[in-house]
Structure formats: structure tokens, C-alpha cells
């Protein structure tokens, strides 16, 4: 897990279901704000260049221009049902370190 300045920095989960389709990112934002708008939401999907497979983020803090995971799962809730368990493990991992589980 990485740190910069004590705060813990975001990384990229593998996945192996994901497909890309980014509807999370656009449930997550509509969540939040009300707007369709990806560049905004807590969750973030990334393509890995060598592997070609698809990884998630989890944003637990505001920052760049990102809203940080309230934890809601309303990204599972539009998630595509190969994924929603993949999905529902990463969300609880990441969102614990917020609410100081280990």
C-alpha cells in the first residue's frame, strides 16, 4: 500500500471479470452530484497497458477533482451481474481502510 505526505494513494485492483463498460463511474457520479459525469466519481476504471485487462480504483479521499467513496454500492447496483461480487470484495477492502478497519 502506498502512502505520499501520510495520506494513502489510490491503486489499481485487477480484476478479471471487468469489461470496461464504466457504468460504476457513471452511477457513482450520479450518486454524488447528480450528473453523468465519470471524471468526478469515487470509482475509476483503468485499462492495463501490458495485460489488457481492466483494474479498478477506489478513490477514499477528495481529491483531483474525484469524490472520495462514500461506500454506498450503488456501483454494484449497475455493475453487470458477472462482476457485481468482484465489485461488491474490492469496494468493502478499500472502503474499510476509511472507517479504520485494518
Not at 73 to 88: H, K, Y
Request: proline share 2%; net charge positive.
Amino acid at each position: 500500500m502506498q502512502s505520499y505526505r501520510g495520506k494513502r494513494m489510490p491503486e489499481i485492483i485487477e480484476t478479471v471479470k471487468c469489461v470496461g463498460c464504466r457504468s460504476c463511474e457513471v452511477a457513482c457520479s450520479f450518486h454524488h452530484k447528480q450528473l453523468f459525469w465519470p471524471a468526478i466519481s469515487s470509482i475509476e476504471v483503468k485499462r492495463r497497458e501490458k495485460t489488457g485487462r481492466f483494474g479498478i480504483v477506489i478513490h477514499t479521499q477528495d481529491e483531483k477533482g474525484r469524490i472520495a467513496c462514500d461506500g454506498c454500492g450503488f456501483c454494484i447496483d449497475f455493475c453487470t451481474n458477472e462482476v457485481r461480487d468482484e465489485l461488491a470484495a474490492i469496494l468493502e477492502k478499500e472502503t474499510s481502510y476509511r472507517k479504520g478497519a485494518k
